[in-house]
């Protein structure tokens, strides 16, 4: 028998689907598509949503962290930002993205997915195809006949796993078949076409179907690739502009409700940058409530209404400079905790204890609070516990 070598690319298990394509996050998507176009390999949304399949929903957050900075190297299209993902240097996952291996990759794992799996009984042999060269590690039952002439190849019987020229040869068309993709229903995850129409060919009815779809312009923007006044004055024309803005605008200020006044977070959770989330407010002239939420959580994290949220807040070191408090919050809760622990009687040892119980806080997380910020002492080996 002659075996051919394992195929590298079905046997890199990193690379299996973890998750549907339909489960994938719009945010998540939009965010990765942008970060592709800004590293010189711009993908549809639906090779996006592939290559993103690859990753459990654990990865979302290490995905947002990579696409809110700049690429590392040029270029890395989907495929390249998850193999990244997975461990692998962005300079060598751009010569990859370069000389087509993730092309070839895609290739692999869609013949892959499309092929099922034997049945338990399947006969031990293959067909010879036009396609490439008999299989020679089992020998048939009795000689095959080659087919007489037809327009459209012969498929393989049921039960029967076709060989890897079949899987990699190009599939032929019948005479007169449609080019176009048959229509397939649209359901809450649908994607568009991976070609966009242009602006002028939609109509009203068209258009306001598309922004529904995308959620919001800037999404609709990227898709379509226009500019904000050209989109703007279709808009007002199909008279869709004033219901666009009222709800982009209840929108960010929900979002940014949710994400109690943090910008950053609010970004993400739209699938915009925070600089872009803000021009987008003033465009919207929502500047004035965005500065209110703002300055509500603000004085809500300078003056918190129980020490356990104070501590809380503490380890949120990120979330306090999105907010820009971090100095006057830690200045804040050191004054106040040095008061507190000179105010507490007893042995060095047991005041964080005593003083946890007077403030109603865990006592470890006071002990980490007060590590933190200076105001004990680490432990050393001299000031352990003795043993009896």
Not at 111 to 138: I, M
Not at 201 to 211: K, S
Not at 221 to 226: D, I, P, Q, T, Y
Request: aromatic letters at 4%; one cysteine or more; proline letters at 12%.
């Amino acid at each position: 028998m002659v075996h051919g070598p394992p195929d590298p690319f079905l046997m890199h298990k990193p690379w299996a689907r973890k998750r549907a394509v339909d489960e994938v996050p719009t945010p998540v998507a939009i965010a990765l598509g942008a970060f592709c176009r800004r590293a010189g390999a711009p993908a549809s949304p639906t090779e996006v949503r592939e290559a993103l399949s690859s990753l459990g929903a654990e990865e979302d957050f290490r995905l947002a962290t990579l696409t809110e900075n700049e690429p590392p190297a040029r270029p890395l299209g989907p495929y390249a930002v998850v193999d990244v993902l997975l461990g692998t240097a962005p300079a060598l996952a751009a010569q990859r993205e370069a000389c087509g291996y993730y092309q070839l990759l895609r290739d692999f794992l869609a013949a892959d997915a499309s092929v099922p799996p034997p049945g338990p009984h399947a006969p031990a042999f293959r067909e010879e195809t036009a396609g490439g060269p008999p299989d020679e590690s089992t020998t048939p039952a009795q000689p095959v006949t080659p087919p007489a002439a037809a327009p459209q190849r012969e498929r393989p019987r049921p039960g029967l796993a076709p060989t890897l020229a079949e899987r990699i040869a190009p599939k032929r068309r019948l005479p007169g078949a449609s080019t176009s993709p048959a229509s397939a229903p649209r359901g809450r995850f649908a994607q568009l076409p991976s070609e966009q129409p242009s602006l002028e060919a939609l109509d009203p009815q068209r258009l306001a179907d598309v922004l529904a779809q995308h959620g919001h312009r800037p999404a609709l923007l990227r898709a379509l690739n226009v500019s904000p006044p050209a989109l703007d004055r279709a808009l007002e024309a199909a008279g869709l502009l004033p219901g666009a803005v009222e709800s982009e605008r209840e929108l960010v200020l929900s979002t940014l409700e949710e994400q109690r006044g943090a910008v950053g977070r609010a970004a993400w959770a739209l699938g915009v940058r925070a600089s872009e989330l803000l021009s987008w407010a003033e465009r919207l002239g929502a500047m004035g409530a965005v500065d209110r939420i703002r300055d509500r959580y603000r004085r809500e994290a300078l003056q918190p209404a129980h020490w356990t949220a104070r501590l809380d807040l503490l380890g949120k070191r990120k979330y306090l400079q999105d907010l820009g408090v971090t100095v006057d919050f830690e200045r804040s809760v050191t004054e106040d905790l040095r008061r507190a622990l000179e105010a507490t009687q007893g042995a060095p040892e047991e005041r964080t204890a005593v003083l946890a119980n007077r403030l109603g806080v865990a006592p470890e997380a006071l002990r980490r609070s007060l590590l933190r910020l200076g105001l004990l002492p680490a432990t050393t080996p001299s000031t352990l516990p003795q043993p009896a």
